[in-house]
């Protein structure tokens, strides 16, 4: 489900809590913890969208990297019988069209790119000895720069959660 309709839906049953349940309810109590989960709706709508935008962000990121890697290994052409290589490229091509195609949901495209990454990482160990020194070099910098990216990510989503504004 896309975050904007998520949004949108707490949104809503947060208003729907205010305008028809809590007018029904007639003990003060009730009427408390009504009122308290519209609040806590509302507070956790904005959240949603950031997150989101935070995790578009992260997948363009892996999604340019892949395709780096893609394009790094396809330019190797004395390892073009490397059957690790091919398979490399094969999975990390798959991955990228799975996460394009099928998912319409942001958090379950991040899931299929970090498990291409996680590929590439064990990929790129098996070739090793295969693959340039300069061009491992340049690949494991950028793979460095994409897990720092999600590091800072996760940490500043854990931080606003814990002190929200």
Same mark, same amino acid.
């Given at each position: 489900?896309?975050? =904007? *309709?998520?949004?949108?839906?707490?949104?809503?049953?947060?208003?729907?809590?205010?305008? @028809?349940?809590?007018?029904?309810?007639?003990?003060?109590?009730?009427? %408390?913890?009504?009122?308290?989960?519209?609040?806590?709706?509302?507070?956790?709508? /904005?959240? @949603?969208?950031?997150? &989101? =935008?935070?995790?578009?962000?992260?997948?363009?990121?892996?999604?340019?990297? #892949? !395709? &780096?890697? @893609? %394009?790094? #290994?396809?330019? %190797?052409?004395?390892?073009?019988?490397?059957?690790?290589?091919?398979?490399?490229?094969?999975?990390?091509?798959?991955? #990228?069209?799975?996460?394009?195609? %099928? /998912? $319409?949901?942001?958090?379950? =495209?991040?899931?299929? *790119?970090?498990?291409?990454?996680?590929?590439?990482? !064990?990929?790129?160990?098996?070739?090793?000895?295969?693959? /340039?020194?300069?061009?491992? &070099? &340049?690949?494991? =910098?950028?793979?460095? @720069?994409?897990?720092?990216?999600?590091?800072?990510?996760?940490?500043?989503?854990?931080?606003?959660?814990?002190? $929200? /504004?």
């Amino acid at each position: 489900m896309g975050s =904007q *309709l998520v949004t949108l839906m707490l949104e809503r049953c947060a208003e729907a809590i205010e305008q @028809v349940i809590l007018p029904n309810l007639t003990e003060t109590f009730a009427a %408390e913890q009504a009122r308290y989960v519209a609040f806590l709706l509302r507070a956790m709508a /904005p959240t @949603v969208e950031e997150r &989101s =935008q935070g995790l578009r962000e992260e997948n363009e990121g892996m999604r340019e990297l #892949l !395709r &780096s890697v @893609v %394009e790094a #290994l396809h330019r %190797e052409k004395a390892l073009s019988q490397n059957a690790v290589r091919t398979r490399l490229i094969e999975r990390l091509s798959e991955g #990228l069209e799975k996460a394009e195609v %099928e /998912p $319409p949901d942001v958090g379950e =495209q991040n899931r299929i *790119l970090k498990g291409a990454l996680v590929e590439t990482i !064990r990929g790129l160990d098996a070739l090793t000895g295969d693959l /340039p020194a300069e061009t491992m &070099s &340049s690949l494991r =910098q950028q793979i460095r @720069v994409a897990l720092r990216q999600q590091l800072d990510n996760f940490a500043a989503r854990r931080q606003a959660w814990m002190n $929200p /504004p």
